[in-house]
Every structure is written in C-alpha cells, then in structure tokens.
C-alpha cells in the first residue's frame, strides 16, 4: 500500500495544503483559490478536500499529517517579545492573543477536529525547516546548498544548510527581530503598499527611483555582515511590538510620515525601492556566498518570502558562485505544506529520493540550441502544475447550463485561434490544465496578450487588471529560443529570475527621453517588445517547454511561426484584489468584467463580442 501524506500550512497568511504519496506531489492548491479571499490564512479545509480528491482518498487513508510550523514555540516567541517591549507591545498583545487561545494554541485538536475519520500522528515541523525541504526535496540536484529568507518562523528568520540525498540540515540561521524580510516589508509599509501582499510591487517600482537612502539604510537602519547576516536598529522599527512596520523615529529620518494607500506616489517613495531592493539584493548576494563557503557545494536552492525577489535572485544566478540556482515556485508560507509533506517522507521515513529512471534527468546547460537538443530539465514540482483541472464534459455543461455562446475546436486549432487574435492586439484568458500552486500564473491560468504591442502594458494594467500603471509584466518565451532574446540561457519555469532584454533587441531611447523621471519613463518604447520590457531593460522570465505544458507551449510556438516572435505577455489570470481564478466559472466572471476579448476554456474558445452581457453581482469588488 503506498504512503500518503498530507501537509498543511495556515493561520499566518496563503494557507495551503499538500497532499504526497510515495514521496511525489499528488495535489497542492492555496485556500484562497476556493474560497476567493486573497491571501486567505485560514484552516484549508477546501484545499485539503481538493487534494483528497485528486489523490482519490478520504482522510483514514492518510498515513501521516504535518503542519509546517511549531506553534508552541512562536507563541513563546511572541510572549517573550511582547514582555520584552512592555508597555508599548499591549496593544497588539492583546488583539493577537484571541487568535492564539481559539486555534492555533490548539492546533493539533483543530487538525483532528477538521479531518474527521483520521486516527494517525500529527507532526509539527520547524517553520525554516519546511522552507529547506520544500526547496531542496523538489529541486533537480543530488546534493545543494539551501539558504531560505523571510519575515520571521518561529524565531528564525533566515537559515543556511546542506541537502544530499534524503538527508537535510540547517547549519545556520539568523534569528528575529534582524530579519531582511521584515525589513523589506517596512519599506512597503512606508511606500503605501500593504505588508505580505505588497512587496512585489516596490520591487517593480525600483527601477523609477534613484538609490539615494541607500547610505542612510546601511548607516542609521541596519548593518551588514559579511556572512550576510544583518543587525536591524530597532530604535527605528515598531514591528516586534506595535500595529505597524515603522514609528515616528522613522519618519523623522525619511523626512516625513509614511505614503498613504492609493495616494499618488511621488519620487520619494519610487528612490525609497530602489534602495531597499538594492540593499536586499546585496544581502542576498552574500548570503548566497557564504553559503557557498560554508558548503562547497555547486548548485543552491531557494525558499522563504524573500526568495521571491526575482531581480535578487537573477543578480544570484548571474554573479554568486553557484553553477545553478532552483527557487521553489511556492516559495512564501504556502509551499511550508510541501515542505513538511517531503521531509515526513524522506526525514522521518527516512525514504531516498526518487531515482533518476522515475523522476527524469537533470543536464546541466549546454551550447546546444536547436530544437529538441535542450539540456534535460525536470524537478519534484511538475511545473508547479498541482491544482485542479476541469475536463471537456465539465466545461460543456457549465457553458450550456448558462447559455454562454463558445466554439469547441482540436487542441492545434486553439492554438492557431488564439495565436490570430493575439497578433490582432487582443488580450486572452486562459484556463488550460492543472492550475499553478504559488503566486504566479504559468499558462494555466494566465492572461496573454502581445509582447510587441507598445499599448500593452497600459492597456492589461488599467483595463485588465484594473492596477497601478507602473508595473511591468512578464514575458513567456519558447524555452530554446530565450537566449535569442534576453540575456538568459538557462531554465526559468517559474518566472522566478529577471534578466535584461538583449541589446540587439533594445530601441534607441531620443535623448528628450533622458531627462524624464519616475512614471514618466513608462511611456517610452524600450525593446521591440516593450510590454515586458521594463524601465531598466529587465524582465521577469518565464522559459517555457513542451514537455511541463504542450498546449501553452503550442499557443506560443503558433504565434511564433506567425510572427517571428517567440515571446508574449502573461500575467496572471486575476484582477486586482482577487485571487487568480480557479474553476471555469472564476474565469467567464472575470472574463466579462474586464475589458479582455477572448476566453479559453480548454478546447473551448469564447468570444467577448458574442456573448450576453453578465448581470451584475454586487459581491464583486476590486479592493486591494
């Protein structure tokens, strides 16, 4: 009988669930995207029912449970600091203690409460523990370098350690309240973006600004070790105590008090990202190096919310010592749920990782370039595609029971559909596939639209996405065509590593255009693909393959063979404050409130012109 395991991660933010057998992802799937609260952090009851489903059990077949944290140990955590700060930490002590007494104190009773019929063990893993494992149990490599980075674990805050085979170990860490990822969260705090949720968006509002406050971080805020370990001046900092990121001491050295959500950015917020990326990004570099000191070993694997940091992870593949660097897509809290789910198997179990002739090969990267001659890529994630798919008969019922006018077509002429309309300028939905676990969308519920396109950009972020104009999107590109473009020539399946636009592909910018500053530089063309270009010629890559999702693959190569470019846009499939969609019926909404001009459903391809308009839904809302 084979073993099946569930890992669960919640009550902080993005809960999820994650189901293994025999020490492969069956299932794993966000709370959020079934019950359309982004960011839910709620028990993933939804999410666990998903994965029972998918692996076609009920929950007295499980073998084994874990939840990625240990709750005790953060509690005390929390009551050290609160003490510690008395006081100024009553306040937040008291408004976070409720939460504390009714779930997660009692976690292990929750569980058991919430998977009825369930009678085995439930272990609780090491919150950066989970992280290593979820990064380096998947990855490609025999053995790596693990180095995982975010707000805080239960003390932990960063750590650096070793896998090789079925056996991991932290080596190092770095404990709370120094922690770069809090640190780069009061930044998006002061900046006007909402804290866990927003820093995304000052890394894509860092190439507008000037690293003017870069000196002042590193001489008033922080300072920065040489193992890449950091001392954060708490004089400056409420977060260990208090109900925001930053106080009045900071506001005195920044000249004034935080940027007000949704009110106009100004230089100043725009020159505050570029210094806190810059300084992460740094951090970030020596972090790697010091791991690769401590190890000696060639490849590296990343987790924790910071690993997120595309621009800081790229600057890492291109200049740290590591031959090659993996990031698990998942790589905040939610893929905690991996995590614990691998490491039950492998630690506990003591189990050894998958051999070569069941999980594929890894090839390091060749000069090959020809079609069919890519180096071998696989990993433990399956392209991050773990979520639920809907088959043909469901989609045909759904669009019948509504009325909802569509054209079934063969899997080749959806590609050819969808690659017409996109050289016509028009902006797709799609839902092909398993969806994506983690925050980005990878073509299985993406939004695409034409690279080329100079009124792309603006058009998907106002009319689509209905957010910010200043940020950038992703480009999706033909794995064995991406050197052609960008300057990348490794595997980037998850959209987790920006590199430059080649120069032969760059535009000349008129001089008038050197003297613009800020948002300003958004309207100027920089590449012959401008709409995943960004103001410092970077984009965030996707490398996309045949062999991890055939049918995006085909959407692509078919506009390729039309236009002789191998690159388009994909976002996600969402718009500002929702979730990115999860059932065909999250789609035809999103599709019809948005101003997108197709819809794919599978073999199904829909029309905005030829459809009735949709009756309004007061729930609907676009707040962030």
């Not at 030829?610 to 809302?621: C, F, H, I, K, M």
Request: charged letters at 25%; one cysteine or more; proline letters at 6%.
């Amino acid at each position: 009988m084979p073993t099946r395991i569930l890992g669960i991660s919640a009550y902080y933010h993005d809960a999820a669930a994650c189901l293994v057998e025999d020490g492969r992802i069956v299932a794993a799937a966000q709370e959020e995207r079934f019950t359309r609260k982004k960011h839910d952090p709620s028990f993933p009851a939804r999410a666990i029912d998903y994965c029972l489903r998918e692996g076609g059990i009920r929950t007295s077949d499980l073998d084994l449970v874990g939840f990625y944290e240990k709750p005790l140990v953060k509690f005390s955590r929390l009551v050290e600091t609160y003490v510690a700060c008395a006081p100024s930490g009553l306040k937040s002590y008291l408004m976070a203690l409720p939460l504390w007494l009714t779930d997660k104190l009692w976690m292990r009773d929750n569980i058991r409460d919430q998977l009825e019929g369930y009678g085995g063990e439930i272990f609780f893993g090491d919150h950066h523990e989970s992280h290593a494992a979820s990064a380096f149990y998947p990855s490609p490599f025999e053995e790596a370098a693990i180095v995982t980075i975010d707000g805080v674990g239960e003390w932990a805050t960063s750590s650096i350690g070793v896998g090789r085979g079925h056996d991991l170990e932290l080596l190092r860490e770095l404990r709370f309240p120094h922690s770069l990822g809090l640190l780069y969260s009061a930044f998006t705090y002061f900046t006007g973006f909402t804290v866990n949720s927003g820093e995304y968006k000052v890394m894509g509002l860092a190439p507008y600004g000037q690293p003017t406050y870069v000196n002042l971080i590193k001489d008033r805020l922080i300072q920065i070790r040489d193992d890449g370990s950091l001392w954060v001046n708490l004089e400056y900092f409420t977060y260990p105590h208090g109900l925001t990121m930053t106080g009045s001491a900071f506001e005195r050295l920044l000249g004034g008090p935080p940027r007000q959500p949704e009110s106009k950015l100004t230089q100043r917020e725009m020159n505050l990202a570029r210094s806190i990326q810059e300084v992460t990004e740094e951090v970030m570099l020596k972090m790697a190096a010091f791991a690769h000191r401590e190890t000696g070993l060639r490849d590296l694997c990343l987790a924790g919310g910071v690993a997120l940091n595309c621009v800081g992870n790229g600057r890492i593949w291109r200049e740290g010592p590591f031959e090659q660097v993996w990031v698990q897509p998942a790589a905040g809290d939610a893929g905690g749920s991996v995590g614990i789910a691998l490491a039950l198997w492998h630690r506990y179990l003591a189990k050894p990782r998958a051999s070569p002739e069941r999980a594929g090969t890894w090839e390091r990267p060749s000069s090959a370039r020809d079609v069919g001659r890519l180096p071998k890529y696989t990993d433990g994630m399956n392209g991050s595609y773990l979520g639920p798919r809907f088959g043909e008969g469901e989609i045909a019922r759904f669009l019948e029971v509504n009325g909802y006018k569509a054209r079934r077509l063969e899997r080749s002429e959806v590609a050819a559909r969808v690659a017409a309309l996109l050289a016509e300028e028009k902006v797709i939905g799609l839902v092909l596939g398993r969806m994506e676990f983690g925050p980005r969308a990878l073509g299985a519920r993406s939004i695409i639209g034409d690279a080329r396109s100079p009124k792309m950009q603006s058009v998907m972020n106002l009319k689509i996405k209905f957010r910010e104009s200043f940020r950038p999107f992703a480009p999706a590109v033909l794995r064995e065509r991406v050197h052609e473009w960008f300057e990348l020539d490794t595997d980037s399946p998850y959209m987790l590593l920006v590199a430059d636009v080649r120069p032969e592909h760059r535009l000349p910018v008129p001089p008038e255009a050197n003297m613009l500053w800020g948002i300003d530089q958004l309207n100027v063309p920089r590449s012959t693909i401008p709409a995943v270009t960004h103001v410092d010629y970077s984009a965030r890559i996707q490398t996309v393959r045949r062999d991890m999702h055939p049918d995006y693959y085909d959407i692509i190569e078919a506009f390729y063979r039309r236009t002789g470019c191998p690159v388009i846009v994909n976002t996600s499939f969402n718009v500002r404050g929702e979730p990115i969609v999860c059932t065909p019926e999250d789609a035809y909404r999103c599709f019809m409130r948005t101003n997108m001009d197709a819809l794919v459903l599978e073999n199904f391809v829909l029309e905005k012109v030829e459809q009735a308009p949709l009756v309004e839904d007061e729930s609907w809302t676009y707040a962030d």
